[in-house]
């Protein structure tokens, strides 16, 4: 008997105290979000086998996830894209593995973010690895992790202490991310990577929009410049054009030639980023000479008025959710008169 009242105890004090911590983390502001992790990537991966020449895909980086917005998408052409789109990578693996990995002909849009598409054929490289490993986990995952993720989605869509994320973010409350910024004296003094936080929200199907903090609160997309400010003064290798151009360009007959149907987009960005693309990755030399190589449909924001002088962006790199919506609106019926794509609502 007084095990069993020792074990309700237990329980109860167990019960109170995740309560406790739940009701102090939504003290602290934040809230639950689900985490854009490689499991999600591949669950959205899984259904490309099921699409049909009349659907369209989205890949590329980050850019692509908040400024394209799936909704606006929808209700325009009929279509829900699946967004396969990686931040900080570059598209060129996904694009392979969809390529030589199924035999989908419908429409592929690309993100052209140039620092990134432009980067690395390099397996090991960051951009390259944080797209790879996202193929791999798919290819290879059990039957137990997509049991695990599925059960996992409920947790992290209402509780706050399940909201961890698989990136390294300062605003990480799992155990996992409270031991991270856990800051020890290096022996080894070296330049300290700034304070970086998730300023997106994503849903299950993996649209992105920007979080009303980042978009309306100077102070905190600061923070987010100041990592960007970081990353564009460090010094790293230089871009490999060929090798990218080169390796994509195969890609793009084979899908092509199948029948496919591939669009290149470049989305917009302001302050010390685009000043950086400017400078590094001049249109003429890199976006224009890609779509040149590969004759692909390329729309790039700043031939298009209504594009441009859409309000960009209060991180420099990313539009509010406000903004995307109206570029998704735009481009999407951009595309629409060309010919690009297809409104399947007035077939």
Known sequence: MKLKQSFLIALTLLFLALITWE????????????????????????????????????????????????????????KR?????????????????????????????????????????????????????????????TFAERLNHQLSLPLQSNLVMMSGHEEKSDENIDLKGLLRNIKFKKR???????????????????????????ATDTVFANKIK???????????????KNSTTNYFAKDAKKFTDRGGNLILVRCPS?????????????RETFFDSLANVTKARAYHYEDYEQLKSIDCCPEWSHLSAENADIFTKELVNIMLEDGAITNSKTK
């Open 23 to 78: 009701i102090y983390w939504r003290s602290q502001g934040y809230y639950p979000t689900i985490d854009d992790n490689k499991a999600l990537w591949a669950a959205q991966r899984s259904k490309v086998e099921f699409l049909t020449s009349e659907d369209v895909i989205l890949t590329g980086s980050s850019r692509v996830q908040f400024d394209i917005q799936l909704d606006v998408f929808e209700n325009i052409t009929g």
């Open 81 to 141: 894209p699946l967004q396969l789109a990686v931040p900080g990578s570059s598209p060129l693996p996904i694009f392979h593995d969809i390529v030589n990995n199924t035999e989908f002909n419908g429409t592929i849009i690309v993100g052209v973010t140039p620092p990134l598409f432009f980067s690395t054929t390099y397996p090991k490289a960051e951009p390259w690895h944080r797209a790879q490993s996202k193929v791999e986990h798919y290819h290879g995952r």
């Open 188 to 214: 080894t003094p070296g330049p300290a990577y700034p304070p970086f936080f998730e300023f997106g929200d994503v849903s299950i199907d993996r649209n992105v929009r920007m979080s009303e903090q980042c």
């Open 226 to 240: 100041n990592a960007w400010k970081f990353i564009l003064t460090s010094e790293g290798p230089p871009p490999d």
């Open 270 to 282: 302001s302050g010390m980023f685009y000043g950086g693309e400017k400078q590094f990755f001049s």
